[in-house]
T-cell receptor, first 112, second 112 residues
Framework: LAKTTQPISMDSYEGQEVNITCSHN???????ITWYQQFPSQGPRFIIQ???TKVTNEVASLFIPADRKSSTLSLPRVSLSDTAVYYC?????????????FGKGTMLLVSP | DGGITQSPKYLFRKEGQNVTLSCEQN?????MYWYRQDPGQGLRLIYY???????QKGDIAEGYSVSREKKESFPLTVTSAQKNPTAFYLC???????????FGPGTRLLVL
């Protein structure tokens, strides 16, 4: 299981770009990187997933360097509604429960 | 309208009582999961199921039981053996274990 390390919290202002980095030094060759967002008293929601280089969707971008030992979730022009906890999960596909461990995540607070 | 539902939203348990949390999905997913979340903490895996009539213990299965008689349903029973059941319980499903998970809205269990 690739252990992940994220900052406990981050602060930002509306309209800024936010980058949240996750360290996963022990990532395996067949591991994928997935980010989830969770609002209070709700279930986490899938944001983005990637294996290498860069992935972009309508919500965010995910940057993964060549050594894959870290990844950065980039949220462009955040708004107040982006205040949430963001989880980085590193796991191979179809590998069993040992890969299904969420850390404490990063609490992002966006201010006006 | 596809999705995953949990009921009830709030549940109260008396000392020594067993209670069952419902989880239903119409996404045609093979894998389903139950997580427990305590305040300010990440998600911890209780049980998961890869396919109908099969389920496996997660990290904190003691005091809990599950069944998977139908593909769509994965109920969780919190037994009297679980001494500290007060928490937020989240159910999720995915096409296969390790793939992107889709979460329900959660059930908050409180002990009277």
């Amino acid at each position: 299981l690739a252990k992940t390390t994220q900052p406990i919290s981050m602060d930002s202002y509306e309209g800024q770009e936010v980058n949240i980095t996750c360290s996963h030094n022990n990532i395996a060759t067949n591991d994928y990187i997935t980010w989830y967002q969770q609002f209070p008293s709700q279930g986490p929601r899938f944001i983005i997933q990637g294996y290498k280089t860069k992935v972009t969707n309508e919500v965010a971008s995910l940057f993964i360097p060549a050594d894959r030992k870290s990844s950065t979730l980039s949220l462009p022009r955040v708004s107040l509604s982006d205040t949430a906890v963001y989880y980085c999960l590193v796991a191979p596909m179809n590998s069993g429960y040992s890969t299904l461990t969420f850390g404490k995540g990063t609490m992002l607070l966006v201010s006006p | 309208d596809g999705g995953i539902t949990q009921s009830p939203k709030y549940l109260f348990r008396k000392e020594g009582q067993n209670v069952t949390l419902s989880c239903e999905q119409n996404l045609n997913h093979d894998a389903m999961y139950w997580y427990r979340q305590d305040p300010g903490q990440g998600l911890r895996l209780i049980y998961y199921s890869q396919i109908v009539n099969d389920f496996q213990k997660g990290d904190i299965a003691e005091g809990y039981s599950v069944s998977r008689e139908k593909k769509e349903s994965f109920p969780l029973t919190v037994t009297s053996a679980q001494k500290n059941p007060t928490a937020f319980y989240l159910c999720a499903s995915s096409r296969g274990v390790g793939e992107t998970q889709y979460f329900g809205p959660g059930t908050r269990l409180l002990v009277l």
